[in-house]
């Protein structure tokens, strides 16, 4: 059968695109987050304290190289080819003063000239700006969370190796430790190690550097951590510091049975929960300890046993907190919020994401993720409470990811956004409040 229909016709204009719009940009937000790091000395502090030689030949500072990479990442670019493009961008061009793009091979090349004493140099750039941070919040008492995350990667990077990896067993990986201060949700110090290295491979040392690099006006802090650092030598050092307390989960080969010889108390209005605390002091310890343990009914054991035994689920802790267990343990409970800062810091700005074949490079970017990760929460905690409750990369949707045109008159330059944009209050509040921000 002949179709007799006619087709329908759409009625309005076409549209036609074409790539000739000039001096546009997908970044508005990164002019806020440069005034920021600029208000923080971050361009001075680069230049005064990493002692890697700038060449006469070389066209780019080393502070321009690391501020493309730490804007680069905040505005969503995972990979060095991204970033390389982005330094294209107009924006990007007027404030790092960069004329041209800066090449792949010129990152890397730059790159190439760190090495483990110059990521010593960077971490203590962070300090000094987490420093200025804290000086301008007044904290006072903090909570520093001990981590560590599992990292797997798609190569053979110096360094990744084949370890405990949960979600992708058999992978090569990087198995990097962070500490987060709680009033912050800042990364103070991390780590990039080899796949292969245990959580408490010399977390002592790491706790010692992490508490010197806390700000200078926290007289009182609480150091959670879960068992990987229940370590003797880890608990001295913080125990060293006088005040500061600690409350770290237990890992013992015989703590089910320790726990089954205490005396436990009932919880009252918790049906089939009870608590107990003693002092035990473990193997190769020089003094005993204080730990606290729950306990949960689950139910009774009756199979392969002649008489019928209640089965429990336990939580313990190791501590020097006068508390009850009971309160500990749901201290310790919120512990779990830096689980998620650690997703952000990997999988929002990139840490251990973008790599190179050489280990010490590949820490270089991991630390300047987790700067950029810091410079976007120091800034929201300084600017707007709702804010800094965001996660990264919800911020970035809204704020850094604003369209706008980069015009020029006379001596001025103007970001022209959209005029009916529906976070435009809340974006100016938080670009007013950068722009009245001053660190002494």
Same mark, same amino acid.
């Given at each position: 059968?002949?179709?007799?229909?006619?087709?329908?016709?759409?009625?309005?204009?076409?549209?036609?695109?074409?790539?000739?719009?000039?001096?546009?940009? +997908?970044?508005?937000?990164?002019?806020?987050?440069?005034?920021?790091?600029?208000?923080?000395?971050?361009?001075?502090?680069?230049?005064?304290?990493?002692?890697?030689?700038?060449?006469?030949?070389?066209?780019?500072?080393?502070?321009?190289?690391?501020?493309?990479?730490?804007?680069?990442?905040?505005?969503?670019?995972?990979?060095?080819?991204?970033?390389?493009?982005?330094?294209?961008?107009?924006?990007?061009?007027?404030?790092?003063?960069?004329?041209?793009?800066?090449?792949?091979?010129?990152?890397?090349?730059? #790159?190439?000239?760190?090495?483990?004493?110059?990521?010593?140099?960077?971490?203590?750039?962070?300090? $000094? *700006?987490?420093?200025?941070?804290?000086?301008?919040?007044?904290?006072?008492?903090?909570?520093?969370?001990?981590?560590?995350?599992?990292?797997?990667?798609?190569?053979?990077?110096?360094?990744?190796?084949?370890?405990?990896?949960?979600?992708?067993?058999?992978?090569?990986?990087?198995?990097?430790?962070?500490?987060?201060?709680?009033?912050?949700?800042?990364?103070?110090?991390?780590?990039?190690?080899?796949?292969?290295?245990?959580?408490?491979? +010399?977390?002592?040392?790491?706790?010692?550097?992490? *508490?010197?690099? *806390?700000?200078?006006?926290?007289?009182?802090?609480?150091?959670?951590?879960?068992?990987?650092?229940?370590?003797?030598?880890?608990?001295?050092?913080?125990?060293?510091?006088?005040?500061?307390?600690?409350?770290?989960?237990?890992?013992?080969?015989?703590?089910?049975?320790?726990?089954?010889?205490?005396?436990?108390?009932?919880?009252?209005?918790?049906?089939?929960?009870?608590?107990?605390?003693?002092?035990?002091?473990?193997?190769?310890?020089?003094?005993?300890?204080?730990?606290?343990?729950?306990?949960?009914?689950?139910?009774?054991?009756?199979?392969?046993?002649?008489?019928?035994?209640?089965?429990?689920?336990?939580?313990?802790?190791? $501590?020097?907190?006068?508390?009850?267990?009971?309160? *500990?343990?749901?201290?310790?409970?919120?512990?779990?919020?830096?689980?998620?800062?650690?997703?952000?810091?990997?999988?929002?700005?990139?840490?251990?994401?973008?790599?190179?074949?050489?280990?010490?490079?590949?820490?270089? #970017?991991?630390?300047?993720?987790?700067?950029?990760?810091?410079?976007?929460?120091?800034?929201?905690?300084?600017?707007?409470?709702?804010?800094?409750?965001?996660?990264?990369?919800?911020?970035?949707?809204?704020?850094?990811?604003?369209?706008?045109?980069?015009?020029?008159?006379?001596?001025?330059?103007?970001?022209?956004?959209?005029?009916?944009?529906?976070?435009?209050?809340?974006?100016?509040?938080?670009?007013?409040?950068?722009?009245?921000?001053?660190?002494?």
């Amino acid at each position: 059968m002949k179709n007799t229909k006619k087709p329908v016709k759409i009625k309005g204009h076409s549209l036609k695109s074409s790539f000739t719009g000039g001096n546009l940009t +997908n970044f508005a937000g990164i002019n806020p987050l440069f005034k920021f790091m600029k208000k923080l000395g971050f361009d001075r502090l680069i230049q005064e304290n990493i002692t890697i030689e700038q060449k006469p030949n070389q066209k780019y500072s080393l502070s321009q190289i690391l501020q493309t990479i730490i804007l680069g990442t905040s505005c969503g670019m995972d990979r060095l080819a991204k970033i390389e493009n982005f330094s294209l961008d107009p924006v990007v061009r007027y404030l790092l003063k960069i004329k041209d793009k800066i090449d792949i091979d010129t990152l890397r090349y730059r #790159l190439n000239s760190f090495s483990m004493k110059h990521n010593t140099e960077l971490t203590g750039i962070s300090a $000094t *700006l987490s420093e200025k941070v804290h000086k301008k919040l007044g904290t006072h008492k903090d909570i520093l969370d001990l981590d560590s995350s599992v990292k797997t990667v798609y190569g053979k990077q110096q360094g990744a190796r084949k370890g405990f990896n949960s979600k992708n067993r058999g992978k090569r990986s990087y198995h990097p430790q962070l500490a987060f201060l709680s009033s912050t949700k800042e990364c103070i110090l991390a780590w990039l190690r080899p796949g292969d290295t245990h959580s408490s491979n +010399n977390a002592a040392g790491f706790m010692e550097q992490a *508490l010197s690099m *806390l700000p200078s006006k926290v007289a009182s802090l609480l150091v959670r951590a879960d068992s990987g650092y229940f370590d003797n030598k880890l608990m001295r050092v913080i125990e060293g510091f006088g005040a500061f307390q600690y409350l770290i989960k237990v890992k013992m080969r015989n703590l089910n049975s320790l726990l089954g010889k205490q005396d436990w108390d009932k919880i009252p209005e918790m049906p089939g929960w009870e608590m107990c605390a003693f002092y035990h002091r473990c193997k190769g310890w020089e003094k005993e300890r204080r730990f606290m343990a729950i306990r949960i009914y689950v139910g009774q054991r009756d199979a392969g046993s002649l008489f019928p035994a209640p089965e429990y689920s336990y939580f313990c802790y190791v $501590t020097n907190i006068d508390e009850s267990p009971l309160y *500990l343990h749901k201290l310790y409970g919120d512990r779990g919020n830096s689980e998620n800062w650690i997703e952000a810091v990997k999988n929002q700005l990139y840490a251990g994401t973008i790599l190179t074949d050489k280990f010490w490079v590949n820490e270089t #970017l991991f630390l300047l993720s987790v700067l950029a990760y810091n410079i976007s929460v120091w800034m929201r905690k300084l600017t707007s409470e709702k804010a800094w409750r965001q996660e990264p990369l919800s911020f970035r949707l809204w704020f850094v990811q604003l369209a706008a045109k980069f015009s020029s008159s006379g001596r001025y330059r103007y970001l022209k956004m959209y005029s009916s944009y529906y976070y435009k209050p809340w974006w100016e509040e938080i670009d007013a409040h950068v722009n009245s921000l001053f660190f002494g």
